[in-house]
Nanobody
Framework: QVQLVESGGGLVQAGGSLRLSCAAS????????MGWFRQAPGKEREFVAV????????SYADFVKGRFTISRDNTKNTVYLQMSSLKPEDTAVYYC????????????WGQGTQVTVSS
C-alpha cells in the first residue's frame, strides 16, 4: 500500500507562488502516473494536472495552464506542483494521487495540503 504525503501549502498573496510536494513510499513510484487535484469549500474535487511515469508527458486543466507546472523526481519518489500567478480562486485543499495508467482510476490519495490565496 503506497502512502502519499503532500506538503508545501500555506497562505500567499494573489500573484505569488508556492511549490507543493508529494512524497510517495514504496519502490514502484516510477511506474505510475501522478496527478494533482484540488477541492475548494463547497465544491467538488477537480483535476489540476497529471504527469506520466517518466515525466515526459503532462496535461493540465485549462484554468491552470501557463501558471502551474507539474514535475517529478523519480530518484526522490516525489511529484511537485509549482504554482505561480496565484489567484484567490486557487484557494483549496490540494491532493496528489496515483494513477495506474492513462484513463484508469486514481487508486491512492494523499491527505491534502491547504493553499490559501489572499486578495
Amino acid at each position: 500500500q503506497v502512502q502519499l504525503v503532500e506538503s508545501g501549502g500555506g497562505l500567499v498573496q494573489a500573484g505569488g507562488s508556492l511549490r507543493l510536494s508529494c512524497a510517495a513510499s514504496g519502490r514502484t513510484f516510477s511506474t505510475y502516473r501522478m496527478g494533482w487535484f484540488r477541492q475548494a469549500p463547497g465544491k467538488e474535487r477537480e483535476f489540476v494536472a497529471v504527469i506520466s511515469w517518466s515525466g515526459g508527458s503532462t496535461s493540465y486543466a485549462d484554468f491552470v495552464k501557463g501558471r502551474f507546472t507539474i514535475s517529478r523526481d523519480n530518484t526522490k519518489n516525489t511529484v511537485y506542483l509549482q504554482m505561480s500567478s496565484l489567484k484567490p480562486e486557487d484557494t483549496a485543499v490540494y491532493y496528489c494521487a496515483r494513477q495506474r495508467g492513462a484513463g484508469r482510476s486514481y487508486d491512492s490519495w494523499g491527505q491534502g495540503t491547504q493553499v490559501t490565496v489572499s486578495s
